[in-house]
């Protein structure tokens, strides 16, 4: 994803935003951004769940084996 944000200029991110203005209108910006923004938080909550429960099993397993 940063590559092609690389590529990206000064134009090209006026001309993107331009068009989302025009697509969705002012008013409706700032719900989607919204929206955005609690998708991503929900993705980070489900990744550190993950981590969380990837970490219990590890730590059961290592406790099962050093039992035998």
């Given at each position: 994803?940063?590559?092609i944000?690389?590529?990206l ?9 331009i ?17 955005v923004?609690s ?8 990744m550190?769940?993950?981590?969380k ?16």
């Open positions: 994803m940063n590559s944000l690389a590529f200029g000064t134009q090209e991110i006026i001309i993107i935003a068009v989302v203005v025009l697509l969705f209108g002012a008013k409706k910006i700032p719900q989607l951004m919204r929206g923004g998708g991503i938080k929900e993705f980070k909550d489900g550190k769940e993950g981590e429960d990837s970490q219990e099993k590890t730590d059961k397993k290592e406790i099962n084996s050093s039992d035998n």
